[in-house]
C-alpha cells in the first residue's frame, strides 16, 4: 500500500509518499521559519497562507520526482489535529479534495501520534512497548505505548512545553528564533562550568514537570550579573540552562518507565534533535540496561513521513475517515 502524506498543523508545509510499514518514497519539509523570524513566533494567518501557497507544489513535485501518477496511490494521510486551526483546514480540506478527486479514502492523524510512529521510520524501527517522552514546541509528555499502539498518558508538563521553554530562553539570551537549535549550537562552545539552576520538579514523585520557574531562574541570574555580557557571549547560560532542561527531562522520564513498569524508553518530538537530551537518554538506558529508541534526527521535526507512518499503525484499527471529520485544533491523544 502506498499513500500520500500531508502535515500542515503549525509552522512546516510537509508531504511525503510512504510504502507499507516504513519505506519512505520522498518526504519534503518546506520550513516557513523565515517567514515568522521577524516576528519572534509562530503567526498563524502566515503560515496558513503560506501552506496554502506551497501544498499544491509541494504534492505536484511528490509525483513528479518519484514517478508516480496519483492512480499508484491507495489514499492519504493528514493531520487534522491538534495545532493552529487555519493551517490544519488548509491540510485537511486539500486532502478532501484530493480524495474526491482522484476517488482513493483519506484518513485524518492525529500529529502526535504522527511523532510517536516516526520511530517506524527508524533503522531499525523501534517497536511498542515503551514509555515515550515526546518533547516538542506544543508538547512535553511522558507515554506508555503498549504492544496494541493504545496510549496512556503518565505525566506531563504542568505550564511551558520543553520546546516552549528553550525558545523563551533563546529570547532571553538574545539567541535568535527558533531557540532550541540556536541554544545548543550556543551551549556547544561552551566548556566551563555551569551555573547551578534549579531542576524542575526534582524529587517529587511522579513524572509531572514545569520549566516557568527554569525559564525565570535563567532571567533573573541573568539580571542579577547585570544583564548579557557585553561581549555577546550567552554560551555559559545556555549550557547551563540546557543541561538543567536535559537532566529534569531525563529524571522523568526514568520515572515515568518506573511508573508504568516498562524497561523500554523512546524519545520523540522536534526537540529530540538536540544532541545532549538524546546523549542523556542512551545514558539513562544504558545505566538501567533498558532498550531505548531515540527518533532519526530528519524525522525529529515536523514531517509528513511520521504521519504517514502513523497512518499504517492506524489502519488495521481503524477505517478510513468520513468526509463529515473535520480537523480538530485540540485533539487529543488519550481520549
Ligand atoms: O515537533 P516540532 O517541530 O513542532 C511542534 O510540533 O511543536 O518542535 C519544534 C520545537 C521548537 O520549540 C524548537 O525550538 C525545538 O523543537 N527544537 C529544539 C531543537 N531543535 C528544535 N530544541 C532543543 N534543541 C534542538 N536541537
Ligand atoms: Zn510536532
Known sequence: MRLLAIET??????????QDRGRVEVSYVNSQVHLHRPFGGVVPEVASRAHQEWLPLLVKRALLESGREP????????????GLIGALLVGV????????????PWIGINHLEGHLASLDLADPPFDPPYVALLVSGGHTEY?????????????????????????????????????????????REYSGGLHPFPRPMKGREG?????????????????????????????????????AAVEALTDKLQA????????????VGGVAANGALRESVRA??????????????????????????A????????????????????????P
Open 284 to 309: 539513562l538506558a544504558k545505566r538501567r540496561g533498558w532498550a531505548h529508541g531515540v527518533c532519526p534526527l530528519k524525522y525529529c521535526g515536523d514531517n509528513a513521513a511520521m504521519i504517514g507512518a
Open 93 to 104: 480540506s486539500f486532502a478532501k479534495a484530493l480524495s474526491l478527486g482522484w476517488g482513493i
Open 207 to 243: 513524572c509531572d514537570i514545569s520549566f516557568s520557574g527554569l525559564k525565570t531562574a535563567v532571567l533573573l541570574a541573568v539580571q542579577a550579573e547585570g544583564g548579557l555580557p557585553a561581549n555577546g557571549d550567552t554560551s555559559r547560560w545556555a549550557a547551563s540552562f540546557q543541561q
Open 143 to 187: 507515554l506508555d505505548v503498549s504492544e496494541d499502539w493504545s496510549i496512556r498518558y503518565l505525566g506531563g508538563t504542568h505550564d511551558d512545553a520543553a520546546g516552549e521553554a528553550f525558545d523563551k530562553v533563546a529570547s532571553i539570551l538574545e539567541l535568535g528564533y527558533p531557540g532550541g537549535p540556536a541554544i545548543e549550537k550556543a551551549a
Open 9 to 18: 498543523s503549525c509552522d512546516e508545509t510537509a508531504v511525503a509518499l510512504i
Open 71 to 82: 492512480s499508484d496511490l491507495d489514499g492519504i494521510a493528514v493531520t487534522r489535529g491538534p
Open 311 to 334: 497512518a499504517f499503525r492506524a489502519l488495521p484499527r481503524e477505517s478510513w475517515s468520513p468526509m463529515e471529520l473535520e480537523a480538530d485544533p485540540r485533539l487529543s491523544l488519550c
Open 256 to 267: 515515568a518507565a518506573d511508573m508504568a513498569g516498562r524497561n523500554r524508553i523512546a524519545l
